[in-house]
Nanobody, 112 residues
């Protein structure tokens, strides 16, 4: 059974940085692509970034390109997302995802 547990996030001022982590269990982590999604209040859930199984290729949404970086550590079965130059519009609940499995979601709030 896929289990994804996120940590990190919280309150940050515009221009600040945050890091999210996702700990995976219940599946062969190194064989699967992984994703970060986010959902802002009143909006649909959107794909923020994805990473291939070996971590060789990453893709970021245009809205976060150059500011967010997705990475993974297959020996530890973890995935991170480093978020720099945060903006108020980045405020959302962020989710770790693999296939039909979802983490519990962690709130990131960027406030002035």
């Amino acid at each position: 059974q896929v289990q994804l547990v996120e940590s990190g996030g919280g309150l940050v001022q515009p221009g600040g940085s945050q890091r999210l982590s996702c700990a995976a269990s219940g599946f062969a982590f190194r064989w699967y692509a992984m994703n970060w999604y986010r959902q802002a209040p009143g909006k649909e859930r959107e794909l923020v970034a994805k990473i291939t199984p070996a971590g060789c290729t990453t893709t970021h949404a245009n809205s976060v390109k150059g500011r967010f970086t997705i990475s993974r550590y297959n020996t530890k079965k973890t995935m991170d997302q480093k978020m720099n130059s945060l903006k108020p519009e980045d405020t959302a609940v962020y989710y770790c995802n693999q296939g039909s499995g979802w983490g519990q979601g962690n709130q990131v709030t960027v406030y002035s």
